[in-house]
């Protein structure tokens, strides 16, 4: 299985619309138009040129997210074989697995930790517990925070 390295210079010449850039972080940033890769995770470097191919910026609903990230997998498994890279049906589930905890977290009341409904035209949350109402911020890897609106 080839290497990251290999692999984002591979990429670069194939796809040059992308800038790519080793990181701490695998993510793809729309708006600098910047693949951000882990070394030695060819896997996760695909998945983000997914992302770039299939042209995803932001989301609204936290729904959507997990429609967004299954498009980029999937995109990524088209693309793998082309580069010797294997993506298994478990890298997948785990990674989506942490995206579905981490909504379920965004979802959960600040006051009663009941789970909220979100709304579709603004994203803030509304408890039918405690009537709360909060934003999460988009901090996936950072830390979760939850703002009342209310």
């Not at 951000?36 to 997210?65: P, S």
């Amino acid at each position: 299985m080839p290497n990251s390295n290999w692999l984002a210079k591979k990429l670069c010449e194939d796809f040059p619309q992308f800038s790519y850039k080793a990181a701490d972080i695998c993510r793809w940033s729309p708006d600098e138009q910047t693949i951000y890769y882990i070394e030695d995770n060819d896997c996760q470097l695909l998945h983000e040129l997914g992302h770039a191919l299939l042209g995803h910026k932001d989301f609204i609903q936290d729904v959507e997210i997990l429609h967004i990230e299954r498009d980029a997998w999937e995109k990524a498994l088209e693309i793998a074989p082309n580069y010797n890279v294997e993506i298994t049906d478990e890298q997948i589930e785990s990674a989506m697995d942490e995206y579905r905890d981490w909504l379920h977290a965004r979802s959960l009341c600040p006051k009663c930790d009941q789970t909220g409904l979100q709304s579709r035209q603004t994203g803030q949350y509304k408890c039918l517990n405690c009537g709360k109402a909060w934003v999460a911020n988009d901090a996936r890897q950072c830390g979760l925070k939850r703002r009342s609106t209310n």
